[in-house]
């Protein structure tokens, strides 16, 4: 990196340094994940500080010191207003911005990871259902980052995975919830598998059924997203990638924590 550079980039996370300082984590398509000192952030009324909070997508200039990177002159390019006025909107971004923090090493640019969480973010701001942004932001990152299971072939047998009844004879029958399609694979995110039901042993794995392994054959080799699948067919792939995510990081996310306990305090009223 030069001594001065011009970049844009997202903030994941931050931390304070000293009594006046803080770091953050910054993403940014082409350097990757950089951390920098943000000098006097911590100052009453301190516009630094205000704009480098998490979530803050900033175009800053990025001086190279001795010993750290200082971001200089940072300006707003998008704050995501929406998604801070819903803590529910707001514990899922947040999440998404934490398992990429804790996935990403330093300084090693991954465009299409930082561009996924873009669209996921705008996704979100846009009223996109939590479920299907954070499911497609998930399994998208597992394939760029080369954790996905294959999702057309058995990772044992290599048998293609079996739907019951063609798609002709699927579109006949009466919508059904994805809970009652048939269970077709079974995910194991410890060993990055995903298995037909010859190979699975029985219970073991996370159950991936035919709605939802549909879903992940037509939305993974790339593009955008299309938003018109069903919520409850992308929460059970959603939480088939978090167990994933947090098998990959070796620890459990702490905003995701959160998250699952809101929606359970919702969930009962
Ligand atoms: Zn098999």
Redesign the pocket.
Known sequence: MAHETQTEGIVLRRWYAGEYDKWVSFLTPEYGKLRLRVRGARKPKSKMGMLTEPLNLLKTRVIEGKVQRLIAQPQLVRSYVRLRSDLELLSVALALCETLDRWLPDEHAEPEAYATLIIALEALEAGVPVEQAAAWALWRWLAVLGYCPDVER??????EFEFIGGDADAAKLPRVASASSPTVAQLFPAEGWL??????PPRDGVPITSDELKLLQKSLPGGRPSWDTRPEACRNLMLAALRYAECVLESPLRWLEFWERLSALRERG
């Not at 058995?154 to 048998?159: F, H, M, R, S």
């Not at 298995?195 to 699975?200: D, T």
């Open positions: 058995c990772g044992k047998c290599g048998a298995l037909c039901p010859r190979c699975a």
